[in-house]
């Protein structure tokens, strides 16, 4: 017998019909005589429903007050999906987070699941039952209702894993699992049948959007294998675990890439220390993330150049930045907002001589200019022009065979 944790994100749940589906392929799991914990999402679209609600009323809606709210999405799920279990006779009761509880700490809107208390549940397990439990929220040590940041229903799932101490975390979604590159754009992209979680978060950080991605950094400190797949097919999904327990006969797994960045460069920049420091800190200090940074050679010795790429929508606020930093002189600013980001990932390129030399020549075989490159042990990104985006990615998905 083992024990699992199912949990069905907002269109998995998304209409009665689907928490009528939902709710047999809880009872197909019970039948094969799993026990089982099911943690849900609100029905998609309900906790943007909430939240708009609350802004009708005012754009600083009161933060305690909006977490009471946004819990409810979930806790309407709850009850319906054990009601439609009930109707087709089998035992599941729902648990409210204050009443497990699950015990959070941090602010409103942001809090972190430290711990659930496991005895009510474990007790109804062991008398057959399933559990089924809200994800995204908690309730603090005073006993204030909480939600942990959009998304983290994945996270309770996690948390429930680690705590209940599962054979499993199934996460069932509406894609059959984390696929070779975006499937929507790019129809020949593969779902992936095996993943790291290192290879995940970086393929999902890079736009391959699947789970929450703080869900996964958290299942891979606690290790704990995550399998995702998709609620409306039988299909097998994608498991995530640990890279020691892959085979990898392939040297790149996927290709990401991001459409939305700007890359800005400084012309010679004095070349000496503390002068990067300089021209990042109002950066971070404006919630502005830098993503890639190249620092040139300097040639003679006293002026080099800075080239970062930021989000696109971070472009003017950056500029303006940059010119009111009275601490640093550079000769010229330039900026391009019309670049996406290419990556390629693969925990088997750390084996794997030539890989940067083998993507490199299949953009310049494509014509595509190189405009910067930054690397890391699983990943080679490079910034081209947006146009050449689709084109890119599908040479490189093709020559890293994953056609
Ligand atoms: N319902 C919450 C949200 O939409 C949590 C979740 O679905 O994971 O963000
Ligand atoms: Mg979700």
Redesign the pocket.
């Known amino acids: 017998m083992k024990k699992k944790v199912l949990k069905f ?2 269109t998995s749940v998304g209409s009665i019909n689907r928490i009528v589906h939902a709710a047999k392929i809880i009872k197909k799991e019970s039948e094969l005589g799993n026990k089982i914990i099911v943690v849900v ?2 029905m998609a679209g309900k ?1 943007n429903e909430l939240i708009s609600l609350s802004k009708s009323i005012s754009n600083n809606f009161n933060k305690r007050e909006l977490d009471v709210l946004l819990s409810t ?2 806790q309407i799920s709850c009850a319906l999906i054990t009601g439609a279990l009930s109707e087709i006779g089998v035992k599941a009761q729902s648990f409210m987070n204050w009443q497990i509880p699950i015990l959070t700490e941090g602010e409103n809107n942001n809090a972190r699941i430290i711990n659930m208390n496991k005895t009510k549940i474990d007790n109804y397990l062991s008398i057959g039952g399933i559990a089924i439990i809200p ?2 929220q908690g309730v603090s040590s005073l006993g204030e209702i909480t939600t942990i940041g ?5 996270a309770t799932a996690v948390a429930v894993a680690k705590i209940f101490d599962t054979d499993s975390c199934e996460i069932y979604t509406d894609v059959e699992g984390v696929y070779s590159t975006d499937p929507n754009k790019i129809p020949i992209a593969k779902k992936i049948d095996k993943i790291s979680y290192e290879e995940m978060l970086e393929l999902s950080s890079l736009g391959a959007k699947v789970m929450q991605s703080s869900a996964v950094q958290t299942a891979m400190i606690y290790d704990i294998p995550l399998q995702v797949r998709s609620t409306f097919t039988d299909r097998q999904g994608t498991k995530i675990f640990n890279k020691e327990n892959i085979d990898y006969s392939k040297t790149v797994t996927g290709v990401a890439y991001s459409k939305d960045d700007a890359k800005i460069t400084l012309q010679a920049v004095e070349d000496k220390p503390g002068i990067a420091a300089e021209i990042f800190e109002p950066f971070g200090k404006n919630q502005i993330n830098i993503d890639m940074v190249i620092q040139n050679v300097s040639s003679d010795g006293k002026t080099t150049d800075i080239t970062f790429t930021i989000k696109r929508e971070d472009l003017e606020k950056s500029l303006e930045i940059l010119k009111k930093n009275k601490k640093i002189k550079f000769k010229n600013l330039s900026y391009k907002d019309n670049v996406s980001k290419i990556s390629i990932v693969g925990a088997g390129m750390v084996t794997t001589p030539g890989v940067t030399y083998r993507m490199f020549r299949a953009l310049a075989d494509e014509k595509i200019n190189i405009l910067a490159i930054s690397t890391s042990e699983i990943k080679i990104s490079v910034i081209i022009h947006e146009n050449s985006t689709v084109k890119a990615v599908k040479k490189l998905h093709n020559i890293f065979n994953l056609d």
């Open positions: 994100g907002g999402s609100a906790t999405g979930e994800g995204y959009r998304g983290g229903s994945d």
